[in-house]
């Protein structure tokens, strides 16, 4: 629960200032800074959003230092009369408009204090967030220092170890697991922020032309230091809190509203509105599913083919995104095959892609929800972009493999490759750490590999 959380936390006098009285503003001054802030971000560079407690109140998780924060009630002997479990808690209106910002190149970095897991969980990419407290679902091996995220909370605070071992094949030997002990993320009031999430940022919000603060106090160091170096770089900085924050004299622009209400009227403006109950993707009912693989490859490098043994070696069911999105094509515009059939569609999937990256893949396990639910093993086909496999992971966690196959351009073009059929796959070359690479060649010893795959997907 959140508030174990809190009582977790060893004894610390110095908590700030709680219970602070909330602020409202009138109408016509409301319209008028929410219209400054739409143009900041429109104008803006690099923005850099760091996010506190107050982004999670919706969601029935209590902040700190607000009427009924947790040290408020504290200091008053209460506790508080609601708290949702972590595990229960679902992602805010504002959680997923910042997500929404973040696919249209208008937010480039978040930096939470949040442990609550809820950034993760809207489907915010990995690569954009620091998490400079913890968060609830993370464990990290004290040995090769690899993070794991759990489908459900760790139950454990305050970095303790929490009795699992490490399955990375990051440690001594590749081909063995590292096996270091796992300790939870969650930090205690003195324990030292993550060297690595808090270097990053500082480096965006030193780079970044906008800072927004969403929903905190700004009472904790070093976090609330960080809006200073945006200042320090000729920066602006926007302040959204219902309550005075220590950096109010340096804001360009202070607007004491709900973060939600806010987040809606500039998506509004910014025509990015989605509708609310398609936005999350329902797993609970997918927690028999042991593993995920991803095939990723080019064109003609085997990659049907792969997935096709593995179907016959487990009981597994092999799924096509691309397929899902014929069936959609279709179903919408119902036209007769042509010339023109295939670029049309292209060009169609490209614009949905950008409203939603991963909305192919919600549509894919949709289609295929009964086989999906009868089956312990995903092998999924046609993964084209960085998004679809962070959704993946959001949802999955440990469960996901990405397997690379590579062929060469010689073997493909003998398998009836043309260079027209490629896709620019350089962002997921660059990004992914490969669960297993396999080189479909004809020189290149392809049952061994098979062997070696199955070993992994037994793992």
């Not at 602070?20 to 001054?29: G, H, I, Q, S, V």
């Not at 910002?101 to 937010?107: A, D, I, K, R, T």
Request: charged share 30%.
């Amino acid at each position: 629960m959140s508030l174990s959380y809190a009582e977790s936390l060893s004894y610390f006098p110095h908590k700030g200032k709680v219970g602070m009285p909330e602020l409202n503003e009138k109408a016509d001054d409301l319209k008028s800074k929410l219209d400054q802030f739409e143009q900041m971000i429109r104008q803006s560079h690099h923005t850099v959003v760091i996010t506190g407690a107050g982004i999670s109140t919706d969601a029935g998780i209590p902040d700190f230092r607000g009427p009924n924060g947790v040290w408020t009630l504290e200091k008053r002997g209460e506790k508080p009369s609601f708290n949702t479990s972590f595990d229960k808690a679902l992602p805010t209106y504002t959680h997923r408009a910042l997500c929404k910002l973040e696919e249209n190149n208008y937010l480039h970095f978040v930096i939470s204090q949040n442990i609550d897991g809820l950034h993760h969980r809207s489907g915010l990419p990995l690569d954009k967030l620091a998490e400079l407290h913890g968060n609830v679902f993370s464990e990290e091996c004290e040995a090769c220092h690899t993070q794991t995220i759990r489908p459900t909370s760790i139950g454990s605070y305050c970095r303790k170890r929490t009795g699992n071992v490490c399955n990375s094949m990051k440690g001594r030997n590749k081909n063995l697991s590292c096996r270091g002990k796992l300790r939870d993320t969650v930090l205690d009031w003195e324990d030292p922020l993550p060297e690595l999430a808090l270097k990053l940022s500082e480096q965006h919000c030193a780079k970044a032309d906008l800072c927004i603060c969403l929903g905190t106090s700004l009472q904790i160091r070093p976090c609330r230091d960080l809006p200073r170096k945006t200042k320090k770089n000729g920066g602006k900085l926007v302040i959204i809190n219902l309550q005075k924050t220590s950096l109010d004299s340096l804001a360009n622009l202070i607007i004491h509203e709900r973060c939600d209400y806010v987040m809606k009227y500039i998506l509004e403006k910014l025509n990015l509105e989605f509708d609310e109950k398609s936005t999350l993707f329902n797993i609970s009912k997918y927690s028999h599913v042991k593993k995920v693989i991803l095939l990723y490859g080019k064109s003609k490098s085997g990659k049907d083919y792969i997935g096709k043994k593995l179907i016959e070696q487990f009981p597994a069911l092999l799924l096509h995104i691309n397929e899902s999105l014929k069936v959609e094509y279709d179903k919408i515009h119902n036209e007769d095959l042509s010339d023109t059939y295939q670029k049309n569609m292209i060009k169609w999937e490209e614009e949905k892609c950008r409203e939603d990256p991963t909305r192919f893949c919600r549509i894919m396990i949709e289609q295929n929800d009964q086989l999906c639910l009868s089956h312990p093993i995903w092998i999924i086909s046609d993964i084209k972009s960085y998004r679809e496999i962070e959704f993946f992971k959001t949802y999955f966690h440990d469960r996901l493999l990405i397997i690379h196959i590579e062929a060469s351009n010689d073997i493909r073009q003998k398998r009836g490759w043309n260079l027209q059929s490629d896709i620019n796959y350089s962002e997921l070359d660059k990004n992914i750490p490969w669960s297993f690479v396999f080189f479909n060649n004809e020189q290149d010893n392809f049952n061994e590999q098979m062997n070696d795959l199955m070993k992994i997907i037994n793992s």
